[in-house]
Every structure is written in structure tokens, then in C-alpha cells.
């Protein structure tokens, strides 16, 4: 380490000590995430700012671009749980959701190229179904996927919401401001298929909604990956909010999509649902079930996500043709301005 660190040049003085001892323990703590010595010693040399290791900070960066084609994927995956500080096993609570949250940049944007760089690692970490086996590192990688969710809602709470509005009007502003009217490529989706973030409980006849209020909540998608998720109320909806911790946030909230859509999201974002979350939300989604996708002439067509007379229906509307609704609204914000 000290051949490393005599790369820089220290003023012969009690301060030049103190940065030295200083500079020193910041240059552990980064080794002990799981960087190389090559690349600490490049930002050494560089006389790099060590103090903020953050997801998405300028040092993260700077080490992450070095180490991205040099290290295996395995390896990297473990620096982000190492520096986000993932347990076994998360818990929900709102002050643990916070301090996770806390581990990531607030200036690291939902749209950040750094996401598809982390999509790519864990597509190539975890090959075929390797990733819904009973594995430590694929558990946390997984649960990962929630935090993240709520580290990009507060993005857009925190850079674009103004007071008094909702979480939605925030989103349509921020995907205006990101993607104008005028640019040719738009990376999102307003409207993909929220089928399984609208389950619902059936207790003793009576149909119930998480959190006691009806709801039918629309999925938004920049670059496939990125997701959120918004209730009739204009509410981001999250499984391990930073601001609130409610039932059908937990139920119906956004994870963030490792895979590419078809097999790999499969692969890398559902299947890995049963074997990897978490206690406090296998809990908390007991008894609650998504719609299904049947036809008219199929037998549970009354459970079906398109049956406007079915249990999932409300003032003889489906469960889609209610999210349609919603998808709309959101839609006349992003005209409106």
C-alpha cells in the first residue's frame, strides 16, 4: 500500500503526515470493497478525491471504467453489494431501505448509462438459470434489484418534483426534460403490461385492495430496464420506498429489470422471485394474486386481467381496460407540459 501511495508527493510536515494517514485509510477501505491495486493506484496517481465511493459518484466511476473489463463479472457484482452494504437478507424497514438508498450518488439519473453497464454484468454473471439457485451473492444481487427501484423514484422526487405535486406529474416532467418532443429516439415505454403489479386478496367474498384503496397502477420503462411503477393516485409505487413503507408499495411495487426482454428477463428478473425475495415481502404478499391472461372461453376467465364481469374488474371494466385509463392521463401530462 505504501508503495502505492508514495506515488503522490507529501508535503514533509505534520499535515503532509495527516493527508498521508488520512489518504491511507480511505485507500483501505476502497481495497476492502473488492477494488485492484492497479486501479487504486491509478486514481492514486491521478491525485483522485478517495473520500466518496459511492454508486455513482465520480470516484465510483473512474474505478468502475477501469475495472469493468478486467475483473470478472462475479467480482464486480460483489463491489456494489460491498459499497451499498446488502445483508442476507433486507428487511423493509424504512430506516433500512433509507441507508441503502444513501449508498448510491443523488445525481445518478434513472437513465445513466451505468445501469445497462450493470445489466450487462449480471447477464454475464449469471448464466442460463444460474441465477434463481440457492446462491448468497445471486439472493443479494436480486434483492438489489428493489433498491435500486427506490433510489431512481427518489431521483425524480429529489431533482425534479416540485411541492405539491405527484410522484406522476415529477415522472412525466423528467421523462419530457430527458427525451424532448423533438428527439427521434425515446427510450421509454408508457403502458407495458402491469398485470403482476395489480394483484389483489379475495377474503370471505369480498375483493380487497393493498392498502384498502382501489387502485390500478401503469408501468413506465426507459431502456427496458429502468421501472417504475405508478398508482391511480400518481403515487411511485416501491417495494423498499425512502420515504414510506405501505402495503401495496410492497405488493405492487418496481424492481428493476437485469434481463433484456424475452428469456433473459425471465431468467434473470422472474424466476429469481420464488428462491430470493425477501421474508418481509413473501409476508406481506401472502394470499394476494396478479390476474391471469385467459380468454373468454377458458375456465378461470372470472381471474382474467381482460374480463370487464370478472373479479378484477371495476364499474364493468377490466383490470387492462382501468390501467388503460390511467396509462392515458399520464399520457395528456407528458402533452400538457
Request: a neutral charge; aromatic letters at 12%.
Amino acid at each position: 500500500m505504501w508503495q502505492i501511495l508514495s506515488k503522490r508527493k507529501w508535503e514533509f510536515s505534520q499535515i503532509g503526515l495527516e493527508e498521508r494517514y488520512r489518504v491511507a485509510g480511505q485507500f483501505l477501505a476502497l481495497k476492502a470493497q473488492g477494488w485492484s491495486d492497479e486501479a487504486l493506484a491509478n486514481t492514486v496517481e491521478r491525485q483522485l478525491d478517495l473520500s466518496d465511493s459511492r454508486i455513482g459518484s465520480a470516484l465510483f466511476c473512474e474505478l468502475w471504467q477501469l475495472e469493468k473489463s478486467h475483473l470478472p463479472p462475479r467480482q464486480l457484482l460483489e463491489i456494489v453489494i460491498a459499497i451499498v452494504g446488502m445483508p442476507d437478507d433486507v428487511s423493509g424497514e424504512l430506516a433500512e431501505n433509507q441507508a441503502l438508498v444513501a449508498r448510491f450518488h443523488p445525481n445518478l439519473a434513472p437513465h445513466d448509462p451505468f445501469w445497462w453497464d450493470l445489466s450487462h454484468v449480471v447477464d454475464q454473471a449469471f448464466p442460463g438459470t444460474s441465477m434463481a439457485e440457492k446462491d448468497l451473492l445471486a439472493r443479494q444481487v436480486h434483492q438489489l434489484r428493489y433498491v435500486i427501484s427506490s433510489q431512481q423514484a427518489e431521483y425524480v422526487r429529489q431533482h425534479v418534483k416540485k411541492v405539491g405535486e405527484t410522484d406522476s406529474r415529477a415522472l412525466a416532467r423528467y421523462l419530457r426534460n430527458i427525451y424532448p418532443w423533438w428527439s427521434w429516439k425515446k427510450d421509454y415505454t408508457i403502458g407495458t403490461s402491469a398485470r403482476l403489479h395489480n394483484k389483489l386478496k379475495f377474503e370471505n367474498g369480498e375483493k380487497r385492495y393493498p392498502s384498502g384503496y382501489s387502485s390500478f397502477n401503469i408501468k413506465i420503462l426507459i431502456h427496458f430496464h429502468t421501472e417504475f411503477i405508478l398508482d391511480s393516485r400518481g403515487n411511485f409505487l416501491n417495494e423498499m420506498d425512502a420515504q414510506k413503507v405501505d402495503e401495496i408499495g410492497i405488493v405492487n411495487g418496481a424492481s428493476f429489470n437485469y434481463g433484456k426482454a424475452g428469456k433473459r428477463h425471465w431468467d434473470l428478473d422472474v424466476d429469481t422471485v420464488g428462491p430470493h425475495d425477501p421474508v418481509f415481502r413473501n409476508q406481506a404478499t401472502k394470499g394476494f394474486r396478479a390476474p391471469n391472461r385467459s380468454g373468454k372461453c377458458e375456465a378461470d376467465y372470472d381471474r382474467s386481467y381482460f374480463n370487464p364481469q370478472g373479479l378484477y374488474a371495476e364499474n364493468a371494466l377490466s383490470n387492462y381496460q382501468q390501467t388503460k385509463l390511467v396509462v392515458r392521463e399520464f399520457k395528456r401530462m407528458m402533452w400538457r407540459g
